[in-house]
Every structure is written in C-alpha cells, then in structure tokens.
Nanobody
C-alpha cells in the first residue's frame, strides 16, 4: 500500500557526515509525521528525529546540534543530515511515516516503517 525506501547509510569515520533519505511511495493522500528511529545491537529502537508536515521538529537529546531532519512534502521524502558522527551513533536507522492517509474519506490513518539502513561509525 505504502512503501518507504531508505538510502544513504554506510561506513564513516568518527567526525564525518552522512545524509539519509527516505522516499514514501504508493497510495498516499497525506502524511502527518515522518521521522527516523535507530536500533543498535542489543538495544531497543529509539527515536532520533521527527518532522511534521508543518515543519515542527523534535530530536533526541543525543543528536541535538549534530543531526538535522528536513522534509520535501511534495515528494513525500524525509532527510536526515548527520554531522559530527560518533561511534555510538552506529545502528540500523529506520524511516517511519505516521498518521498516513491513503484517501481523504474515510479519514483512517496508518503507520509504516522502512526496511532500515545500516550506519556504522568507526573510531
């Protein structure tokens, strides 16, 4: 119904930068919130950053000042610019689309996840 495809992960040295992209496709009327979550080995999935269609953003404390989330509503695409990367940022990063409407009526909403992209930061 709706697919999220992530790209941009990889291996980078500490202090380096990466830019993740996530494009949503399928039957989409609107997407309220898009965001990034991450899961490191042996840990629970955690919020990294989210952005609403109106541009409101929220970041995990651990990434504030280093990561920037942005969004192209016309393309249903969300980006995550990651600077000053640290080894502790190593994780699988998942894209999420929340409160997705596939049609105007009825106003049902859905939540979708991408397949994940690996980010590895070497020390």
């Amino acid at each position: 119904q709706v697919q999220l495809v992530e790209s941009g992960g990889g291996l980078v040295q500490a202090g380096g930068s990466l830019r993740l992209s996530c494009a949503a496709s399928g039957t989409i009327f609107s997407i309220n919130t898009m965001g990034w979550y991450r899961q490191a080995p042996g840990k629970q999935r955690e919020l990294v950053a989210i952005i609403t269609s109106g541009g409101f953003t929220n970041y995990a404390d651990s990434v504030k000042g280093r990561f920037t989330i942005s969004r192209d509503n016309a393309k249903n695409t969300v980006y995550l610019q990651m600077n000053s990367l640290k080894p502790e940022d190593t994780a699988v990063y998942y894209c999420n689309a929340d409160r997705v409407r596939t049609m105007p009526i009825p106003p049902y909403t859905y939540n979708f996840w991408g397949q994940g992209t690996q980010v590895t930061v070497s020390s």
